[in-house]
Every structure is written in structure tokens, then in C-alpha cells.
């Protein structure tokens, strides 16, 4: 009796799990709302080093050697897809070039700059220039 009991537990559980699972898969994900240009301007005052480049929120920092900066790129993994948003990435040398846009929204949006935030905090824990 308590095992018929404990597989109709489980077959409900995993039922129940099926259509969370399916109705959340059929939902998009929202698109973030793309940022006016008063609202990127007063963006960018709160992030030194920061430009925008071509509709991209755009730094490059300059690390003592190859080695550190593959290091600072290793560590905006985890930040990056904590947020679920990529940065594009150029790599040359002692240099790391971060380029910011919501490819959805076609230009930016808030994620944009809160991951900025982030890696500027990241950037911060060792010792590098942006230029």
C-alpha cells in the first residue's frame, strides 16, 4: 500500500514537473527594452573608461602580459552567464577589448551596463590600466 502510494507520489511530481517544464520552455524570454540616448549618457557617467563605439559599450584594458589578461577574460565567465549575456571578447597580447550590445533589442540595454559594472569591478582586483 505505501509503495503504490510512493509511485503515485512520483508519477504526480513528475507530471507536475512536465508542464512547468513545457509551459516555461513555450514562453520567449522578453526582450529588454533598448535604452534612449539621454538615458545611455547618464549611463556612461557612472562608467570611467567606458565609451560607446558603433551602438557597443566598449573598454579596453591593459595587462602587464598575456597571461593576466587571459586571466581577467577567464574570470567573465561565470558573471557573464549569470546574467545570460555575452560580451563580445578581442584578445591581443596584454590587451582585452569588451564590446556590450543586446543583439535583441538592437542596441543597448540595461544589461548592458550592469555587466559593464560588473567587469569594471572585476577589472578592479588586479592590476591593469584601461586605455
Not at 563605439?53 to 591593459?62: K, P
Not at 597571461?67 to 561565470?78: K, P
Not at 543583439?103 to 572585476?122: N, V
Request: aromatic share 8%; proline share 5%.
Amino acid at each position: 500500500m505505501y509503495i503504490k502510494k510512493f509511485y503515485l507520489y512520483l508519477i504526480t511530481i513528475s507530471a507536475v514537473l512536465v508542464v512547468a517544464s513545457s509551459t516555461l520552455a513555450s514562453e520567449p524570454p522578453a526582450t529588454p527594452k533598448r535604452l534612449s540616448d539621454t538615458e545611455i549618457s547618464q549611463q556612461l557617467q557612472s562608467l570611467p573608461g567606458w565609451t560607446i563605439e558603433d551602438q557597443q559599450l566598449r573598454r579596453t584594458y591593459q595587462f602587464k602580459n598575456f597571461v593576466e589578461a587571459i586571466d581577467f577574460v577567464n574570470r567573465l565567465v561565470e558573471p557573464a552567464e549569470k546574467a545570460g549575456h555575452h560580451p563580445d571578447i578581442a584578445i591581443s597580447y596584454n590587451q582585452v577589448t569588451i564590446s556590450l550590445t543586446t543583439h535583441d533589442a538592437g542596441g543597448l540595454t540595461q544589461k548592458d551596463f550592469d555587466l559593464a559594472e560588473i567587469i569594471s569591478q572585476l577589472s578592479k582586483r588586479r592590476s591593469l590600466r584601461g586605455l
